[in-house]
């Protein structure tokens, strides 16, 4: 039997969810702030980030790294670098003090969900 393609954990109802969660969150965010583009970015970031995290355990497999076992930087940032690549096509980018911001903001927020996730059992590790 052949390598799986990604990790165990990757489900299309999960890659499904984290799309439409992004894009229902960007239009709520488009309508309160009336600005009609955020929801093509919502729509560029929610896909760009799920197929960072999807290709982040492709590699993963194809290097033979456990499901369970953390990847430094793929796991935190893989899917915040497509996000943006994504959304880069839109032509709005924050400038140099955001996207620094924006690293900072994802290295402390992405372990502290997860660990947040773990300890309320919806994640099996705290990565």
Known sequence: ????????????????AGIVGGIVIGYLESAVFNLPYLFLIAIALSVGA????????????????????????????????????????LGNLPNIYGLVFLVILTGI??????????????KKVPW
Not at 1 to 16: A, E, P, Q
Not at 109 to 122: D, G
């Open 1 to 16: 039997m052949g390598k799986r393609l990604f990790g165990d954990n990757k489900t299309i109802g999960g890659t499904s």
């Open 109 to 122: 927020m992405h372990p502290l969900t997860n660990i947040i996730a773990y300890v309320l059992r919806i």
């Open 50 to 89: 799920m197929f960072g995290d999807i290709l982040g355990s492709f590699i993963k497999r194809r290097l033979d790294y456990k499901a369970s076992k953390p990847f430094p930087i793929m796991d935190q940032y893989g899917f915040f670098v497509f996000a943006l690549l994504f959304a880069f096509s």
